[in-house]
């Protein structure tokens, strides 16, 4: 095992030099040390607190390095925690910041999947649903992201659009289009704006 602490150390390092980038990839290997040190420190304080208590004559639980060892792997694995709680935290923040403000229809797709630990593409999908579905209660509102309007005004009257997710069969001004996915239509921008910022269709 490595010196006590130093997973935890290079992964606060990591977080840091990252803070500024797009997205990182997931420190699978880093993490899992700082796991397995976290359980090893854990059961070496169980063991002493145990044989503390089982001495008969009473004088190691009186004895202050015994209660300085003890205190010593509470800390550690306080801090070890706190780093992952910290790691974890910076990039589910990310993470937010990417689906509202990017999309995963977006050109980083391929980067954001890559980027993903074992648990976050999980998060992804549950929280890209749960942004759709909120945008889908507030169509007439620019809410940024992908689709959103923002402050440029548009530049094409028409756009090349894909369907990404079932909307049916909706009337436009140049007649009826089937919103199967996986369709790619090139229609008037204003037609389909709505739709967009509601998650059905991506821009492309």
């Known amino acids: 095992m490595s010196a006590l602490g130093d997973s935890a150390f290079k992964l606060a390092k990591e977080a840091k030099r990252t803070a500024d980038l797009f997205i990182s990839p997931y420190n699978d290997d880093l993490v899992q040390s700082i796991c397995r040190e976290i359980r090893?420190?854990?059961?070496?304080?169980?063991?002493?607190v145990n044989s503390m208590k089982e001495d008969p004559t009473g004088q190691a639980l009186?004895?202050?390095?015994?209660?300085?060892?003890?205190?010593?792997?509470?800390?550690?694995?306080?801090?070890?925690?706190?780093v992952l709680f910290a790691y974890q935290r910076q990039r589910i923040s990310k993470l937010k910041d990417i689906l509202w403000n990017v999309g995963l229809h977006s050109r980083y797709r391929r980067q954001i999947l890559a980027s993903l630990g074992p648990a976050e593409q999980k998060f992804l999908d549950e929280y890209g649903e749960m942004i759709n579905t909120y945008k889908q209660s507030f169509l007439?509102?620019?809410?940024?992201?992908?689709?959103?309007?923002g402050l440029e005004p548009p530049m094409d009257l028409f756009i090349e659009v894909r369907?990404?997710?079932?909307?049916?069969?909706?009337?436009?001004?140049?007649?009826?289009?089937?919103?199967?996915?996986?369709n790619q239509f090139y229609v008037k921008r204003t037609d389909?704006?709505?739709l967009i910022k509601a998650g059905y269709l991506i821009h492309v």
Not at 62 to 72: F, R, W, Y
Not at 140 to 149: F, H, S
Request: aromatic share 4%.
């Open 40 to 48: 090893f420190l854990h059961n070496k304080a169980k063991e002493m």
């Open 62 to 82: 009186e004895d202050p390095s015994n209660m300085s060892q003890v205190m010593l792997y509470h800390l550690a694995v306080k801090r070890n925690k706190r």
């Open 140 to 149: 007439e509102i620019d809410l940024g992201g992908p689709g959103g309007a």
């Open 163 to 182: 369907v990404v997710r079932d909307a049916g069969e909706i009337n436009t001004e140049y007649g009826s289009l089937n919103l199967s996915k996986g």
């Open 192 to 194: 389909v704006e709505s």
